[in-house]
């Protein structure tokens, strides 16, 4: 249900909090992790030891979803605490030459509501939510500092001709003619350390949207690819080596895509490591609320082989599906003194749950609508946790897919525009979704249909019909 939320903080009246009290918040969101691609979540086949630690230090959420199947909607989804029945962006929707479909003008966010209670912000990484110079540029959404990929097309290439610090463009000459001289994670890694050591008594939010391990799968000949090359059976991925394409979207071709995918993860479980390094040496981990998680589930591009590395656990379903591999998003919460040590989660939830889950924390009043509930009560075990209605998912692409969960069950609406089929599940007693058991229970069919059917608003640059 759509509502207005003015936040109150575990049942006291919304008062603003002191600087001294204000929580740091690191958010970090991976691209294209699939809910088993780390060892914490069940990979074998390789370790990712850091963030690992970090699910030992906080809380494992097993059932946390993402905003819906493809990047720039999850990420708005994210940002606005809308789901993608409301939220602006509900596709990859292209701007040529270079960005996405943008964030309306003075719209609320995650931003919005850290910049009003007083944070210094930044987002480092791929945006994907507005073109240069657009409405939705970073600058122009409460971001204090920015380094990145403005356009998630451009961001299909590690070693690209340029990245963005806030409005200026920062050029790579050597990465020209095919050339591998500037690593773009590489860089942004390091801007997001220069963040944390540059914030002095200012509380920070600090978004990372990590361009790993979405493809094309390269990374740099160091020892981490160096000691996993050998290790798996491979089967070389023939790519865009030349051509119009070549570093404007399309994938590099690579002889040892297993190898480098595992390297990818392996990558960002170091880059974990050092920022939590960072907050240590500059003695702000102890208050500072991270969030570790990804924006949909594993790709089947450049290469990527999720099958052969299970990353998708037991759920059926990719990066483009609504099945549970699609949406549901491995989520680590840590919050030293906060939110409990070692634990594990099944309490369901959302991307589009974050923004009034931020403003319970910050005893700040939404100015606006959102979809979400605060489950700032689960994660610290006090006050009483509201509980949703429904979960709502769409996707524009392949026909236009729908999905709704309600308690156990839930709906999908597939190939929309092509002849339409609804498919059931009970995914308490079905998680892997292998059973449609639409005709057993027609009444609940009929309940999440019209569930279904109310959730979206129409939007002429969406149409889902």
Known sequence: ??????????????????????????????????????????????????????????????????????????????????????????????????????????????????????????????????????????????????????????????????????????????NDNGGFGAYSQALIQEKTLQFIEEQNDNPFFLFVPMVLPHAELVVPEDSIILNLRGKFPETPYKGTDSGPDFRKGGYMSQDYPRATHAAMVKRIDVYVAQILDKLKEHNLLDNTLIIFTSDNGPHREGGGDPDFFNSNGIYRGYKRDLYEGGIRVPTIISWQGKVAEGKESNFPFAFWDYLPTFADMLQAEIKGYTDGVSILPTLTGKGNQDQRDYFYFEFQEMGGRQAVIKGDWKLLHLDIRNGRKYELYNIASDPSENHNIIDQFPDIYEELKTIMKGARMEDPDWPLF
């Open 1 to 174: 249900m759509r509502r207005v939320l003015t936040s109150l903080l575990l049942g006291a009246a919304a008062t603003s909090l002191s600087s001294q009290q204000k929580p740091n918040v690191v958010f970090i969101v991976t691209d294209d992790l699939g809910y088993g691609d780390l060892s914490s979540f069940g990979q074998e086949k390789f370790q990712t030891p850091n963030i690992d630690q970090l699910a030992l230090n906080g809380t494992r959420f097993t059932r946390s979803y993402s905003g819906t199947t493809v990047s720039a909607p999850s990420r708005a989804s994210l940002l606005t605490g809308l789901h993608t029945g409301h939220t602006p962006i509900r596709g990859n929707m292209e701007v040529q030459p270079e960005g996405q479909k943008p964030l309306p003008a003075n719209l609320y966010t995650i931003f919005t509501l850290f910049k009003d209670a007083g944070y210094t912000t930044g987002a480092f990484g791929k945006w994907g939510l507005g073109y240069p110079g657009s409405s939705g540029d970073p600058v122009n959404q409460n971001i204090d500092q920015f380094y990145g990929y403005n356009c998630q097309r451009m961001a299909h290439n590690y070693y690209p001709s340029h990245l963005w610090h806030n409005n200026t463009k920062v050029e790579f000459p050597e």
